[in-house]
T-cell receptor, first 116, second 109 residues
Framework: DTGVSQDPRHKITKRGQNVTFRCDPISEHNRLYWYRQTLGQGPEFLTYFQNEAQLEKSRLLSDRFSAERPKGSFSTLEIQRTEQGDSAMYLC??????????????FGPGTRLTVL | GQNIDQPTEMTATEGAIVQINCTYQTSGFNGLFWYQQHAGEAPTFLSYNVLDGLEEKGRFSSFLSRSKGYSYLLLKELQMKDSASYLCAAIDSNYQLIWGAGTKLIIKP
């Protein structure tokens, strides 16, 4: 069974460095979401794609964050010039929606980022 | 604005019953999810409600009242492995999920 996978699982970096995370969704899913989660909080929406199109990006997301889904399959999330406040768990989720489904999202294991 | 409220933390005893409440305010409403999240792991799906009433699934049940903007998750015969955070998420008019901060459930023997 190929669920949602994310790579790497853990990343430690120094402030100011760039990092890139990868997410491989469930193959038949057309939607892919990126969330950020800190301790004691629910997932915070960052952005989502429907196929290869990025349809929405959180207003909280600074210009240092960029995401791509070039072929409508895997996605990458890049953070440039990392700051200590970027330390969090970055979750990817995917779903299949073609109409008025309820959009159950399946989550990957997350990438835990620590910025020193 | 859009808002989800749920208690920050609850404590219950092994074998007992616990009810976790969630109230929501969203622009449009297309249903409500409950997810379970163990520490350091990703959220996993528990239940979905779109119509008023109770949905039962084994030891877990979820209730929805659309007129009151209210839902609860009921966990019966609590086990130690049920210690986790429980996230309430409402689906808005754009079919986006609005997430609560989660309720940390602590089970004591």
């Amino acid at each position: 069974d190929t669920g949602v996978s994310q790579d790497p699982r853990h990343k430690i970096t120094k402030r100011g460095q760039n990092v890139t995370f990868r997410c491989d969704p469930i193959s038949e899913h057309n939607r892919l979401y990126w969330y950020r989660q800190t301790l004691g909080q629910g997932p915070e929406f960052l952005t989502y794609f429907q196929n290869e199109a990025q349809l929405e990006k959180s207003r909280l997301l600074s210009d240092r964050f960029s995401a791509e889904r070039p072929k409508g399959s895997f996605s990458t999330l890049e953070i440039q010039r990392t700051e200590q406040g970027d330390s969090a768990m970055y979750l990817c989720a995917s779903s299949f929606i073609s109409g008025r489904e309820h959009n159950e999202q399946f989550f990957g294991p997350g990438t835990r980022l620590t910025v020193l | 604005g859009q808002n989800i409220d749920q208690p920050t933390e609850m404590t219950a005893t092994e074998g007992a019953i616990v009810q976790i409440n969630c109230t929501y305010q969203t622009s449009g409403f297309n249903g409500l999810f409950w997810y379970q999240q163990h520490a350091g792991e990703a959220p996993t799906f528990l239940s979905y409600n779109v119509l008023d009433g109770l949905e039962e699934k084994g030891r877990f049940s979820s209730f929805l009242s659309r007129s009151k903007g209210y839902s609860y998750l009921l966990l019966k015969e609590l086990q130690m492995k049920d210690s986790a955070s429980y996230l309430c998420a409402a689906i808005d008019s754009n079919y986006q999920l609005i997430w609560g901060a989660g309720t940390k459930l602590i089970i004591k023997p």
